[in-house]
């Protein structure tokens, strides 16, 4: 079965350049649509596998889209085609579980592999994203934690047994070794010996 695409654009012109672009390329089964509402509407009635939608839309941002359609847990997978390159505006589309960020200047060169990547249930995100706006993952995975776990994390970094952090920050050791436990769980680490270790000595 074809790719079944939803693609929104507030501009005419560069809707139907996107359209042509990617039946040049072998999608055939795509669906266009001028604002954010039309797209959410789109998305929920038709089961489209892939949205590709501009951000910056009437009615309905991208960003706007991508939340609801992550609320509702429909399994329509966003790409994000825009003009913003800034760290905010990225962070949220992650949030929202956005599958695919490409840049308008660079998304000819890009959009198939986009699409083939997201299409297996992984994720790509323009090469062509500055330094600033490519964020470390250890800090997004550090805002998860609380202020208590990020100080062990940091203790962690500096080779500190369990027993050690206890007497700095004054609590039991087996309390120290129940926030490893929590901290390993919230970072998605595995669960072998020194995984937390390991990765707050190379993020921090």
Same mark, same amino acid.
């Given at each position: 079965?074809?790719? #079944? %695409? =939803? $693609?929104?654009?507030? !501009?005419?012109?560069?809707?139907?350049?996107? *359209?042509?672009?990617?039946?040049?390329?072998?999608?055939?089964?795509?669906?266009?649509?001028?604002?954010?509402?039309?797209?959410?509407?789109?998305?929920?009635?038709?089961?489209?596998?892939?949205?590709?939608?501009?951000?910056?839309?009437?009615?309905?941002?991208?960003?706007?889209?991508?939340?609801?359609?992550?609320?509702?847990?429909?399994?329509? #997978? %966003? =790409? $994000?085609?825009?003009? !913003?390159?800034?760290?905010?505006?990225?962070? *949220?589309?992650?949030?929202?579980?956005?599958?695919?960020?490409?840049?308008?200047?660079?998304?000819?060169?890009?959009?198939?592999?986009?699409?083939?990547?997201?299409?297996?249930?992984?994720?790509?995100?323009?090469?062509?994203?500055?330094?600033?706006?490519?964020?470390?993952?250890?800090?997004?995975?550090?805002?998860?934690?609380?202020?208590?776990?990020?100080? =062990?994390?940091?203790?962690?970094?500096?080779?500190?047994?369990?027993?050690?952090?206890?007497?700095?920050?004054?609590?039991?050791?087996?309390?120290?070794?129940?926030?490893?436990?929590?901290?390993?769980?919230?970072?998605?680490?595995?669960?072998?010996?020194?995984?937390?270790?390991?990765?707050?000595?190379?993020?921090?």
């Amino acid at each position: 079965m074809p790719i #079944k %695409i =939803i $693609l929104a654009d507030d !501009h005419p012109m560069i809707l139907q350049g996107t *359209k042509s672009f990617l039946e040049n390329l072998g999608y055939t089964n795509i669906e266009l649509c001028s604002n954010g509402s039309a797209a959410l509407k789109l998305i929920e009635n038709n089961k489209a596998d892939i949205a590709i939608l501009d951000i910056n839309m009437p009615e309905m941002s991208g960003i706007e889209v991508a939340k609801r359609v992550q609320t509702a847990k429909n399994s329509c #997978k %966003i =790409i $994000l085609l825009t003009i !913003h390159n800034e760290k905010e505006v990225y962070k *949220k589309a992650m949030e929202y579980g956005v599958y695919g960020y490409l840049l308008k200047n660079f998304s000819s060169d890009e959009i198939d592999k986009c699409i083939k990547v997201v299409t297996k249930g992984e994720k790509y995100s323009s090469p062509h994203l500055n330094d600033e706006l490519q964020i470390n993952e250890s800090e997004t995975a550090l805002e998860t934690l609380n202020l208590t776990e990020r100080k =062990i994390v940091e203790l962690i970094a500096e080779q500190k047994s369990n027993k050690q952090i206890g007497e700095t920050i004054f609590m039991s050791e087996r309390t120290v070794e129940w926030h490893r436990r929590n901290i390993i769980e919230k970072l998605d680490l595995p669960k072998e010996k020194n995984s937390l270790l390991k990765w707050a000595m190379t993020n921090l």
